[in-house]
């Protein structure tokens, strides 16, 4: 497609050109359609007109190929989530997307690799949701499951929805796997980390065991905070962990200058910092201690 005027969507025929849109970025011809996509995608920034192009070209160039964001909105609240402390502010146009939107969008994705349905990075700009908190999750999966029926389909979540009875209403899309964001094994860490009900942090528990049980991978995630749970409270959860899965992703803390709204700034940042020498020398600790194959 040779224009440079914006498509419309709606039209089913400039969709399959927008399959063909290339992320050169700024300079190419096709930049504009390419704004519109992620805009349309539900990454919508607010004063738009003071984003420096560089800005708009890394959004234009998103993961449109294979992640699906379906929601911006969690039943969690955690501390460092980057709906919080991202650099600017989001202007999203409703919690979930809707069905119409998602539909255009499965369009979109390859489909040659697995499809990820949740947390959503363009490279500067992150918006998180829980993606099985949609309300129409299970009519989403069976639109992914027409156009992609072998692809498979990634879900990254924090797990509180995954009791058994979930867990079996899902069974007939697969293939699936999990990304879970487990950040502490004990209810008291856990419920402070998410600002949830420990009724919740059971739920998320047992999820390991039952997906296990049903055959699904997962792979899981912690944002590893010393100064807010102590060193022995991220062993435990490794160790917990590893019985489930031997990918274990885990992250450091951070935030950005949103944390200076904090009410207690300075302490704010201190539980979202650590000290790198114990930290790695607990990985180093773990690695021998639970044989991960990748931390
Ligand atoms: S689970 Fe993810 S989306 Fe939800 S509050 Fe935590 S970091 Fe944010």
Not at 66 to 94: E, H, Q, T
Not at 108 to 115: D, F, Q, V
Not at 195 to 221: D, H, M, S, V, W
Request: charged content about 25%; some cysteine; proline content about 6%.
């Amino acid at each position: 497609m040779r224009t440079t005027v914006p498509i419309d969507i709606s039209n089913p025929t400039a969709l399959t050109e927008r399959n063909d849109l290339s992320d050169k970025g700024i300079n190419d011809k096709k930049w504009t359609a390419n704004q519109d996509k992620s805009i349309r995608s539900g990454r919508t920034l607010k004063q738009s007109a003071e984003i420096p192009t560089m800005l708009w070209e890394a959004i234009a160039k998103g993961n449109e190929k294979f992640i699906l964001p379906i929601a911006s909105v969690c039943g969690a609240d955690c501390v460092f989530c980057f709906n919080k402390y991202n650099p600017m502010d989001m202007d999203l146009p409703s919690g979930f997307r809707d069905l119409d939107d998602i539909h255009q969008a499965i369009e979109l994705l390859a489909g040659t690799m697995p499809i990820h349905l949740g947390g959503e990075s363009n490279g500067v700009v992150r918006q998180e949701g829980e993606p099985l908190l949609h309300p129409k999750i299970f009519e989403i999966l069976g639109m992914i499951r027409r156009k992609h029926p072998h692809t498979l389909v990634h879900i990254m979540t924090n797990a509180t929805q995954l009791t058994e009875k979930f867990v079996l209403k899902l069974l007939p899309f697969q293939p699936i796997t999990f990304q879970i964001s487990y950040h502490s094994n004990t209810s008291h860490n856990w419920c402070k980390i998410l600002g949830i009900r420990a009724k919740k942090f059971k739920i998320a528990q047992e999820a390991f065991p039952i997906l296990q049980k049903y055959g699904l991978n997962c792979q899981a995630t912690i944002v590893a905070m010393p100064n807010l749970v102590g060193f022995d409270d991220i062993e435990g959860t490794i160790r917990y962990l590893r019985q489930y899965t031997d990918i274990i992703n885990i992250y450091s803390p951070h935030y950005t200058n949103a944390a200076n709204q904090q009410p207690e700034p300075e302490e704010f940042k201190h539980k979202m910092s650590y000290d790198p020498i114990a930290m790695s020398e607990l990985l180093k600790a773990m690695r021998v201690k639970v044989k991960p194959n990748k931390d």
